[in-house]
T-cell receptor
Framework: RKEVEQDPGPFNVPEGATVAFNCTYS??????FFWYRQDCRKEPKLLMS???SGNEDGRFTAQLNRASQYISLLIRDSKLSDSATYLC??????????FGSGTQLTVLP | GAVVSQHPSWVICKSGTSVKIECRSL??????MFWYRQFPKQSLMLMAT?????????EQGVEKDKFLINHASLTLSTLTVTSAHPEDSSFYIC?????????????FGPGTRLTVL
């Protein structure tokens, strides 16, 4: 079983739609969780950290469910500019990040 | 956020040659840097963890004699792909970790696209 698993998609949604991505992790001792955005042929950029209480940043909401070992990212009112690959990342301890395979999102006009 | 640079941004080389990639933290000191490799439509795979002043820690399946890592200072780590072959063609990305209080974040360089002919 992979340490971090994501649905690769692709997700093709119309502008204005709400879309949600999930990511499961296998190491119950994981301490830190993140969502990254990666545009084609670019490096990943941190979108948001994921906190136990859930957190929101504008149209983006991230949640963590430790009991079920998954994190989620919700994008509301999607824009064309949201088209990218979204990577979840888990830090098992104060060590390196482990990335999921990424979920490709295309927002259609 | 903190800035990490990589050089070169892309390189094309002949099979059998060696290629050196530099990763620099521009406005902070990074005791730990990470090297990742990403093949098309795949995720980032950690290759090694580079610690300043000590030997790098390689992930399983990564040949340390082929991928030489040097972390000579708090702002510079280098990855040398020795005797490169076409299967080494990939997107190589470094990141540097900032540990400050509760902040534990990694900042990524822009990546180096290596094509081996």
């Amino acid at each position: 079983r992979k340490e971090v698993e994501q649905d690769p998609g692709p997700f093709n949604v119309p502008e204005g739609a709400t879309v949600a991505f999930n990511c499961t992790y296998s190491n119950s001792a994981s301490q830190s969780f993140f969502w990254y955005r990666q545009d084609c042929r670019k490096e990943p950029k941190l979108l948001m950290s994921v906190y136990s209480s859930g957190n929101e940043d504008g149209r983006f909401t991230a949640q963590l469910n430790r009991a079920s070992q998954y994190i989620s990212l919700l994008i509301r009112d999607s824009k064309l500019s949201d088209s990218a690959t979204y990577l979840c990342a888990v830090m098992p301890s104060a060590r390196q990040l482990t990335f999921g395979s990424g979920t490709q999102l295309t927002v259609l006009p | 956020g903190a800035v990490v640079s990589q050089h070169p941004s892309w390189v094309i080389c002949k099979s059998g040659t060696s290629v050196k990639i530099e990763c620099r933290s521009l406005d902070f000191q990074a005791t730990t840097m990470f090297w990742y490799r990403q093949f098309p439509k795949q995720s980032l795979m950690l290759m090694a963890t580079s610690n300043e002043g000590s030997k790098a820690t390689y992930e399983q399946g990564v040949e340390k004699d082929k991928f030489l890592i040097n972390h000579a200072s708090l702002t510079l780590s280098t990855l040398t792909v020795t005797s490169a072959h076409p299967e080494d063609s990939s997107f190589y990305i470094c990141s540097a970790r900032v540990l400050a209080g509760v902040l534990n974040e990694q900042f990524f360089g822009p990546g180096t696209r290596l094509t081996v002919l």
